[in-house]
C-alpha cells in the first residue's frame, strides 16, 4: 500500500473517531453485564469525567497506530498495527457508550489529540520497524498504568465502568507483549519525553474539556 492509499486510510479513520463512527471487532460492551447502580450525581459525574479522559486517549490511539501504519513500510507490520487499532475501536465504543449513560460527552479537543498523535505515530515509524513497535509498547505501558490509577480512583458502585477498563486494560498488555516479541526497542528520549507531554497535557485537559 503506497502513502497516497494510507493517507486516505487515515483522513478515513480520523473521520469515523471523531463522529463516532468507530467498527472495531465487533465485541460486546463488556460493562452491559453489569446493573448500573451508581445513583448519586456527584460520583456520575466524577465516572463521567474520568471516562471523558479515557475516551481522549482511545481516539489518540486511533490517531496513534493509524499514523504508525502510514509510516511503515512493511505490509506485516502495518496489517498487524491495523489488527490493534480495531481491538482499539472497541474500547472507544465501549467508552463512547458509557459516556452518553453517564450523561457525559467526549473531550471537544478531540481533533487536536487525533492531529498529535498521527504526526508522532508517523515520526515513529519513519524511524524504522523497532522504533515504531517500541511506540506501541511505550504508550501501552502509559495506558496500562493509566487506566490502573483510574481502576482505583472509580466510585466502588460503578462496576459498569470497571469492568470496561479492566477489558481495555488486558487488551493494552497484550498489545504492549507483541511489540516486545516482534522486536520492539525503547524509543529515542526526544519521542519518549514529547508523548510523556503529551500525555499529561491530554489527561488534564480531557477532564474538564
Same mark, same amino acid.
Given at each position: 500500500?503506497?502513502? /497516497?492509499? &494510507?493517507?486516505?486510510?487515515?483522513?478515513?479513520?480520523?473521520?469515523?473517531?471523531?463522529?463516532?463512527? #468507530?467498527?472495531?471487532?465487533?465485541?460486546?460492551?463488556?460493562?452491559?453485564? +453489569?446493573?448500573?447502580?451508581?445513583?448519586?450525581?456527584?460520583?456520575?459525574?466524577? &465516572?463521567?469525567?474520568?471516562?471523558?479522559?479515557? %475516551?481522549?486517549?482511545?481516539?489518540?490511539?486511533?490517531?496513534? *497506530?493509524?499514523?504508525?501504519?502510514?509510516? &511503515?513500510?512493511?505490509?506485516?507490520?502495518?496489517?498487524?498495527?491495523?489488527?490493534?487499532?480495531? @481491538?482499539?475501536?472497541? +474500547?472507544?465504543?465501549?467508552?463512547?457508550?458509557?459516556?452518553?449513560?453517564?450523561? &457525559?460527552?467526549?473531550?471537544?479537543?478531540?481533533?487536536? !489529540? *487525533?492531529?498529535?498523535? !498521527?504526526?508522532?505515530?508517523?515520526?515513529?515509524?519513519?524511524?524504522? =520497524?523497532?522504533?515504531?513497535?517500541?511506540?506501541?509498547?511505550?504508550?501501552?505501558?502509559?495506558? @496500562?498504568?493509566?487506566?490502573?490509577?483510574?481502576? %482505583?480512583?472509580?466510585?466502588?458502585?460503578?462496576?459498569?465502568?470497571?469492568?470496561?477498563?479492566?477489558?481495555?486494560?488486558?487488551?493494552?498488555?497484550? +498489545?504492549?507483549? =507483541?511489540?516486545?516479541?516482534?522486536?520492539?526497542?525503547?524509543?529515542? /528520549?526526544?519521542?519518549?519525553? /514529547?508523548?510523556?507531554?503529551?500525555? =499529561?497535557?491530554?489527561?488534564? #485537559? /480531557?477532564?474538564?474539556?
Amino acid at each position: 500500500m503506497d502513502f /497516497a492509499d &494510507s493517507l486516505i486510510l487515515s483522513i478515513d479513520n480520523a473521520l469515523r473517531t471523531l463522529t463516532g463512527e #468507530s467498527r472495531g471487532t465487533g465485541r460486546p460492551n463488556p460493562g452491559t453485564s +453489569h446493573p448500573d447502580r451508581l445513583l448519586r450525581p456527584w460520583e456520575r459525574q466524577k &465516572s463521567g469525567r474520568m471516562l471523558r479522559v479515557d %475516551h481522549a486517549g482511545e481516539v489518540m490511539a486511533q490517531a496513534l *497506530y493509524t499514523g504508525q501504519a502510514a509510516g &511503515s513500510h512493511d505490509p506485516e507490520l502495518q496489517a498487524t498495527l491495523r489488527q490493534a487499532r480495531s @481491538e482499539e475501536e472497541d +474500547h472507544l465504543r465501549w467508552c463512547a457508550e458509557r459516556l452518553q449513560e453517564l450523561g &457525559s460527552r467526549p473531550s471537544l479537543l478531540g481533533p487536536l !489529540w *487525533y492531529a498529535s498523535a !498521527w504526526g508522532m505515530g508517523f515520526a515513529a515509524a519513519r524511524m524504522g =520497524k523497532e522504533a515504531n513497535l517500541g511506540l506501541v509498547v511505550a504508550v501501552e505501558n502509559l495506558v @496500562e498504568d493509566h487506566l490502573a490509577g483510574h481502576l %482505583h480512583d472509580l466510585p466502588e458502585k460503578d462496576q459498569r465502568s470497571r469492568a470496561i477498563l479492566e477489558e481495555m486494560q488486558k487488551d493494552e498488555i497484550g +498489545h504492549a507483549e =507483541k511489540a516486545e516479541k516482534l522486536g520492539a526497542r525503547e524509543l529515542a /528520549a526526544p519521542l519518549r519525553l /514529547a508523548m510523556g507531554a503529551l500525555s =499529561k497535557i491530554m489527561t488534564r #485537559s /480531557a477532564l474538564w474539556l
